[in-house]
Nanobody, 116 residues
Framework: QVQLVESGGGTVQAGGSLRLSCAVS????????MGWFRQAPGKQRELVAF???????TYGDSVKGRFSISRDTAVNAVDLQMSDLRPEETAVYYC??????????WGQGIQVTVSS
């Protein structure tokens, strides 16, 4: 069974930094990419960043230049470095992994709170 384990959330002051990590429980499983989405209260889930195993990346417009995603394909893991965080970025952050068949696996979510 494929499980995604997220870590690194918490509370930070506006302008601060946090690093989120996500690892897949099954190393032998083949993915095409992993990434992060977030969902704030009363809002739709939105893309934060996604990285394909090729190395190509996609970022949500609001995080470009402040967030950076990286991956370790050998262990099916991704990190998200978040800088200059803003209060409106308070949300539950979800890790996602896409397999080569197009199926998406989601983590349980991790809380990030940015205080003003």
């Amino acid at each position: 069974q494929v499980q995604l384990v997220e870590s690194g959330g918490g509370t930070v002051q506006a302008g601060g930094s946090l690093r989120l990590s996500c690892a897949v429980s099954v190393r032998a499983f083949t993915f095409e990419g992993m990434g992060w989405f977030r969902q704030a209260p009363g809002k739709q889930r939105e893309l934060v960043a996604f990285i394909w195993w090729s190395g190509n990346t996609t970022y949500g417009d609001s995080v470009k230049g402040r967030f950076s995603i990286s991956r370790d394909t050998a262990v099916n893991a991704v990190d998200l470095q978040m800088s200059d965080l803003r209060p409106e970025e308070t949300a539950v952050y979800y890790c996602v992994a896409n397999d080569k068949g197009g199926k998406a696996y989601w983590g349980q979510g991790i809380q990030v709170t940015v205080s003003s």
